[in-house]
């Protein structure tokens, strides 16, 4: 995987014009080419952006404007706070102009395999709905029906990733995307595109990230069919009026986009996630109102929204242990904060008085933000059709291994059948024999394996003979065979019965005439053992040296 070059400029490099249906008709290519040129993602992987919404009525009768704005459009000022973010906003900007800024540099490193995270921050009622979706998102009954040119930022971000996949389709390069919908409502997951489902869990993978287990995952074509998606989710999202809104989101909401990019010729894959993430308000209950089933949503509302700032202190700070596990957002959202994700934070305000506090806590939360480093990363790995592939050419590999096991056991066996009659025609005393003769060596460190004869070392016995009866029969033959060429008065005539010119019998009686009689029964067995290592102890050594070669 390769780590994300953000020195890049955002736009494209292509040389075919980008013309797509968010873009008003006045504006043309070179013009948009001027806007955007010199945006460029954030180093650390982290983009915090702020936009001030226009004075609400109560506002213009009781408050006054307390936000300087510096000529650079990126630092601010707030009843003596001083805050620097990647843009500032200020009320009279068009959602265009924030698709431009925010949306465009996010769509090149999104085809190339980086996971996104683009989430809306603030208090109640401060816009975060109307910049991420748009007019007539907010209410169920209004969707489909709101002005196109105040579309938000999602709808507008999927119609250029859907462009751009239509416009790159070659008979080598295919996409498959595919499209899920999720709120968190006290604590609990719920499916939006099915809320007949139960509760959804999350579960950690490594290779692909925290994904929702069971959540429906809906193949689309294009962004219309994303678009209804979306509009479906939206009428099953849950809302409740308060002081502050009235249709104010109780529960924070979660677009997922799962693109997949096929290579055909090179046989890979380049996947990406798009995280589009609809917080709910960071306020206090008693501005809004809250009471009894509002004031228990608002509670876990601040608890998840808490439990997000301590993850992003955690991380400032260097923490070891970064308390993702607090909630099922941070859970959720662990790839944007802290992960390989490029995260793009938008923080919701109000310019006036009446909601300095919140302005405040909200730009706070977002200066914290803005200091944690993310390592975006490319994801890119094997098509299904390359493993298939990869798969079918292990299977052969096994198979002619499986052939080759199959005939060494087949040797073996054979092996086995020899020694066993080699076994029949030796006996006990023809095998101490020829232990004494031959001197067989043992390998003690098998319990039944191979003895290797010394004067052929290429020439092995397999025996069942436990290797300390082995031991003790070598010992025996060794010993005993030390003792007769060491005595000075046998020494001359073993050699004479070796070469065959006297008879071991005879050297018996000719000059031990009075020897014990053990010894000479002792004598006598020698003279049986050789004669018959003589006649079967050879004829099976020859059988078994013709067998093996």
């Known amino acids: 995987m390769d780590t994300l070059d953000v020195s890049v400029p955002s736009?494209?490099?292509?040389d075919r014009p980008r013309r797509n249906t968010f873009i008003s008709p006045e504006l043309e290519l070179p013009q948009?080419?001027?806007?955007?040129?010199?945006?460029?993602?954030?180093?650390?992987?982290?983009?915090?952006y702020v936009r001030f919404r226009p004075d609400n009525y109560k506002e213009e009768q009781e408050g006054r404007q307390v936000v300087d704005y510096f000529p650079d459009l990126r630092t601010?000022?707030?009843?003596?706070?001083?805050?620097?973010?990647?843009?500032?906003?200020?009320?009279?900007?068009?959602?265009?102009?924030i698709f431009l800024s925010v949306g465009v540099p996010l769509i090149d490193p999104i085809l190339d395999g980086y996971n996104c995270g683009v989430m809306a921050y603030g208090q109640t009622g401060a816009g975060k709905t109307f910049s991420l979706l748009g007019h007539g998102y907010d209410q169920p009954d209004r969707i489909g029906r709101g002005d196109p040119e105040k579309r938000g930022l999602v709808p507008r971000l999927l119609q250029s990733l859907f462009h751009e996949i239509q416009v790159s389709i070659t008979p080598s390069i295919t996409y498959t995307v595919y499209t899920s919908f999720i709120q968190i409502y006290l604590e609990k997951i719920y499916d939006l595109l099915n809320p007949a489902k139960e509760t959804l869990k999350i579960y950690q993978d490594t290779a692909k990230g925290l994904w929702v287990t069971d959540a429906t995952n809906v193949p689309v074509k294009n962004s219309n069919e994303i678009l209804k998606q979306l509009e479906l989710g939206i009428v099953n999202r849950i809302t409740a009026a308060t002081n502050s809104n009235a249709e104010s989101s109780r529960a924070h909401a979660v677009l997922v986009l799962t693109i997949n990019k096929n290579l055909i010729t090179q046989g890979t894959v380049i996947s990406s996630q798009v995280y589009c993430v609809d917080l709910c308000g960071s306020e206090r209950t008693s501005k809004t109102g809250a009471i009894e089933e509002r004031l228990k949503e608002a509670q876990n509302i601040n608890k998840s929204l808490l439990a997000l700032g301590n993850v992003i202190g955690a991380l400032v700070e260097n923490k070891k242990h970064i308390p993702y596990r607090d909630s099922?957002?941070?859970?959720?959202?662990?790839?944007?904060?802290?992960?390989?994700?490029?995260a793009t934070l938008i923080l919701?305000?109000?310019?006036?008085?009446?909601?300095?506090?919140?302005?405040?806590?909200?730009?706070?939360?977002?200066?914290?933000?803005?200091?944690?480093?993310?390592?975006?990363?490319?994801?890119?790995?094997?098509?299904?059709?390359?493993?298939?592939?990869l798969l079918n050419e292990a299977n052969s590999k096994i198979y002619t291994q499986q052939r080759i096991i199959r005939s060494q056991i087949e040797k073996i066996i054979e092996l086995e059948t020899?020694?066993?009659?080699?076994?029949?025609?030796?006996?006990?005393?023809?095998?101490?024999?020829?232990?004494?003769?031959?001197?067989?060596?043992?390998n003690p460190k098998k319990k039944n394996g191979f003895e290797i004869i010394g004067f052929y070392p290429f020439i092995s016995i397999f025996t069942f003979i436990s290797p300390m009866e082995c031991l003790e029969m070598i010992h025996v033959c060794k010993l005993f065979d030390k003792r007769l060429k060491t005595d000075l008065l046998w020494r001359n005539y073993i050699e004479l019965a070796k070469q065959?010119?006297?008879?071991?019998?005879?050297?018996?009686?000719?000059?031990?005439?009075?020897v014990n009689e053990n010894i000479y029964q002792f004598i006598r067995e020698i003279h049986q053992m050789r004669t018959h290592?003589?006649?079967?102890?050879?004829?099976?050594?020859t059988l078994f040296v013709n067998r093996r070669s």
Do not use: W
């Not at 806007?35 to 992987?45: E, P």
């Not at 601010?76 to 102009?97: A, C, L, Y």
């Not at 020694?419 to 030796?426: D, G, H």
């Open 11 to 14: 736009s494209r490099s292509s």
């Open 32 to 48: 948009l080419i001027k806007q955007v040129s010199d945006i460029k993602l954030s180093k650390k992987g982290t983009n915090v």
């Open 76 to 97: 601010i000022t707030v009843d003596n706070h001083s805050f620097k973010f990647k843009r500032i906003f200020p009320g009279e900007t068009t959602q265009e102009q």
């Open 328 to 342: 099922k957002l941070t859970r959720l959202l662990q790839n944007c904060f802290g992960g390989t994700s490029i």
């Open 348 to 389: 919701c305000c109000s310019a006036n008085s009446v909601s300095s506090t919140e302005t405040l806590a909200t730009l706070r939360f977002g200066d914290r933000a803005n200091k944690v480093k993310n390592k975006p990363v490319r994801n890119m790995g094997d098509s299904v059709t390359e493993l298939r592939r």
């Open 418 to 442: 020899i020694t066993k009659e080699l076994f029949t025609i030796c006996g006990d005393k023809k095998l101490g024999a020829l232990r004494a003769r031959y001197q067989i060596k043992f």
């Open 500 to 514: 065959g010119k006297v008879k071991i019998f005879e050297i018996a009686t000719e000059t031990l005439s009075n």
């Open 533 to 541: 290592e003589s006649l079967s102890v050879k004829h099976g050594i």
